[in-house]
């Protein structure tokens, strides 16, 4: 049997949850946030309220938008995104872009390397693969 420390929802099926449990900032339900969030280090950043605005991680990076979690007018730029919540705007994946069945992401959807879409998941914009789609 899986153990999970959160019943309530399914574990990760691809950001790892090393990244996830490492996430050390939080933008708690009930919060607005207006503003840019940025930082050069390998950091986390939960959102289960709402934020309005940018987040980029220049180097790794890990962001995590919950159920109950909104971003909106943003470009999220990091190594790991996980969706459950509700994104307007564009996002950017280096390494791993989860998008599960309680996720809402209206906007693009750009990732380099491993993509997992739940069937339930609502989108509307275009999915790119910045990757060499030649290499084998």
């Known amino acids: ?7 309530n929802r399914a574990p990760a099926r691809l950001v790892p949850i090393d990244q ?6 939080l933008i ?10 940025s930082s050069r280090n ?6 289960d309220g ?16 919950g159920p109950t979690g909104v971003i909106e007018s943003t470009t999220i730029e990091a190594d ?4 459950e919540g509700k994104v307007r705007g564009t996002v950017i994946a280096r390494k791993s872009l989860e998008i599960t069945g309680t ?5 693009d959807a750009l990732y380099d390397a491993l993509l997992d879409v739940h069937p339930r998941a609502r989108l509307r914009g275009k999915v790119e693969y910045r990757g060499d789609i030649d290499a084998a």
């Open 50 to 65: 709402v934020l309005q605005g940018d987040i980029a991680f220049q180097n790794g990076g890990t962001v995590h938008v």
């Open 42 to 47: 390998d950091l986390g950043l939960k959102v």
């Open 28 to 37: 708690a339900e009930g919060a607005v946030f207006e503003g840019s969030f």
């Open 103 to 107: 996720a809402t992401l209206l906007g």
């Open 80 to 83: 790991h995104v996980l969706i």
């Open 20 to 25: 996830l449990n490492a996430i050390s900032s």
């Open 1 to 7: 049997a899986v153990s999970t420390s959160d019943s």
